[in-house]
C-alpha cells in the first residue's frame, strides 16, 4: 500500500515533511520518499491519495477501561466515593464476561474513529476484551484487574494468572500485563505476589497509584509511605509498568518513578469533572518522567479519544498553575504518542522507515481547523474527530474515509443498549468493593 502526496507531522519537533509517499509493507513502513519517486508496487496493492492531509502516527491510550463505554452517562454530578460505592462497584456486581466482549468492541471502534491505535486495558474479563480487540483489528494491552480482598478474590485472580498464562504469546499485536487494582485496595502481600508473578511471567504491571492527596495522607499515617513508596517495596515499579494517575505523588515519588523506569499515565478530564485540580503533568515533565495521556473509562471520561485527552491536560496544567505558559503545545502533542514506549513499544509515535505501520490521516479541510497560522495549535485546541480520515493498525485500513471498515455499529448500538439497561436494572444495593 502507499500514502501517496501526504505531509508527515512531527509532534515531538513540531515539524512537517510535505510531499512524501509512504509505501506500506505487511506491518511496517518501508520506504519514505519525496512524491513522484518510483516505488515498486505489487499488483492489486491500494494507493491512497493522501493529497491535503496530514500523516501521523497512531495515538495511544496509555490507561482506559474500555468495556465501562456500557457505563458511559450512568454515574454523574457525584463524587468520587458516591461514584464507586453507589453507582459503578454496584453495577459492575452483575456484569457478565459476554458483557465486556461488547463494552469493549464500542469502546475500540470510539477510539479507532478518534485516531487512536494502541490502548492499555485495566478490566475484567480479559479474554472477552481480547476477542474484541482481535476483531477490531487495534493494538492492546490487556491487564485484568484483581483487587486481591474481599469476596472470592482468589478464584479472580486464578482467572487472571491462567488468561495471562494462555493469551500472552497468542498474538504479536495483543500484549498482557498484570493488573493489580491499587494500593489502597490490594494487600501489600498480594502486590508482592503479583510483582513476582510479573517477574516470572515476564509480563508488565498495570495499576492505580495516589488519585487524591488523601490516599497518600492515609497511606503515610497507616504504613509510615506513600503509596509510590509502597508499590516501589512491592517490586511493582519497574520498567514497562503503567501507573494510572499519579495526580498526588510528591517530587520524591516521581523521582522514584523515573528512577525505576516506569511511566506514568495522565487522565485529566476524569480528574476535572471530579472537581479535583492538580499540577501533576508540569510536576512529571520537570521531573523527565515519561508520562502517556489516557481516559480511564468511559464512565468517568465519558470518552476515550486522546486528542480530548490532550486538550484536557492543557487545559488542567494553565489552571493549576494559573498560567498560560504552561503544558505548551510542543510538550503536550508528543504525550499523545508516548504510552507506546511506557508499553514497551520501541520507536512508537516515531514514524520512520521500519516503525510499525500504526498510522492517521487528518483532514483539515473542515472549519476548524482554518486558518492555518499554527497546524499544532489546531490539532490540540480546535480539531474534532470528523478530522480523523484514515486509520491504520498494523498496516490494515480500519478506519476508510471516516468510516468503520469492518466493524458494524447498528449491531454494537443494539448489543450495548441491551446490556447497558441490565446492569442498571439488576444492580444490587452492595457495592463489589468499598472506596473509602
Ligand atoms: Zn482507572
Redesign the pocket.
Known amino acids: 500500500m502507499v500514502l501517496s502526496n501526504a505531509t508527515i507531522l512531527d509532534f515531538s519537533t513540531l515539524s512537517r515533511r510535505p510531499a512524501v509517499d509512504v509505501h506500506i509493507q505487511a506491518n511496517r513502513v518501508r520506504r519514505i520518499v519525496p512524491t513522484g519517486a518510483a516505488i515498486q508496487l505489487d499488483a492489486g496493492q491500494p494507493r491512497i491519495d493522501a493529497s491535503g492531509m496530514y500523516l501521523i502516527p497512531g495515538l495511544v491510550n496509555t490507561?482506559?477501561?474500555t468495556a465501562m463505554s456500557l457505563q458511559r452517562g450512568a454515574a454523574e454530578d457525584c463524587t468520587l466515593a458516591d461514584w464507586f460505592n453507589r453507582r459503578i462497584w454496584r453495577f459492575e456486581r452483575s456484569l457478565r464476561p459476554q458483557d465486556v466482549y461488547w463494552g469493549t468492541l464500542l469502546g475500540a471502534a470510539e477510539m479507532l474513529l478518534a485516531g487512536v491505535t494502541c490502548a492499555a486495558d485495566?478490566y475484567f474479563h480479559m479474554d472477552q476484551a481480547w476477542k474484541a480487540y482481535r476483531a477490531s483489528g487495534m493494538r492492546a494491552d490487556l491487564a485484568w484487574a484483581v483487587f486481591g480482598v474481599g469476596e472470592d478474590w482468589q478464584r479472580r485472580w486464578a482467572q487472571a494468572l491462567e488468561f495471562s498464562r494462555e493469551y500472552t504469546r497468542k498474538d504479536p499485536r495483543l500484549t498482557v500485563s498484570l493488573g493489580p487494582h491499587s494500593p489502597y485496595i490490594c494487600p501489600e502481600p498480594f502486590l508482592r505476589r503479583t510483582a513476582e508473578a510479573a517477574e516470572e511471567l515476564g509480563l508488565k504491571l498495570h495499576i492505580?497509584v495516589s488519585e487524591e492527596p488523601v490516599q497518600v495522607e492515609r497511606s503515610l499515617a497507616e504504613k509510615g509511605r506513600t503509596p509510590v513508596q509502597v508499590l516501589d517495596e512491592a517490586g511493582i515499579l519497574r520498567p514497562g509498568t503503567v501507573l494510572?494517575?499519579a495526580a498526588a505523588a510528591t517530587d520524591a515519588d516521581l523521582q522514584l518513578i523515573r528512577e525505576r523506569g516506569a511511566g506514568v499515565a495522565h487522565?485529566a478530564k476524569?480528574f476535572l469533572k471530579f472537581g479535583l485540580m492538580h499540577d501533576l503533568l508540569p510536576r512529571a515533565l520537570a521531573q523527565g518522567v515519561p508520562v502517556g495521556l489516557?481516559t480511564?473509562?468511559p464512565a468517568?471520561n465519558n470518552t476515550l479519544g486522546i486528542f480530548e485527552a490532550a486538550r484536557c491536560a492543557a487545559f488542567m496544567a494553565k489552571s493549576a498553575r494559573a498560567d498560560a505558559r504552561t503544558a505548551r503545545i510542543g510538550e503536550v502533542l508528543p504525550l499523545c504518542h508516548r504510552g507506546g514506549e511506557i508499553l514497551g513499544l520501541a520507536g512508537y509515535g516515531r514514524l520512520e522507515e521500519g516503525s510499525l505501520a500504526d498510522l492517521v490521516l487528518l483532514d483539515p479541510r473542515t472549519p476548524a481547523m482554518m486558518p492555518e497560522h499554527d497546524v499544532f495549535a489546531n490539532i490540540l485546541y480546535s480539531l474534532g474527530e470528523r478530522s480523523v480520515h484514515t486509520v491504520i493498525v498494523d498496516g490494515e485500513v480500519l478506519v476508510r474515509d471516516g468510516r468503520l471498515v469492518h466493524l458494524d455499529l447498528e449491531e454494537l448500538a443494539r448489543k450495548t443498549a441491551e446490556i447497558a439497561s441490565r446492569l442498571i436494572r439488576s444492580a444490587g444495593e452492595e457495592p463489589m468493593q468499598v472506596y473509602r
Open positions: 490507561h482506559c477501561h485495566h492505580h494510572a494517575h487522565c476524569t489516557g480511564d473509562g468517568s
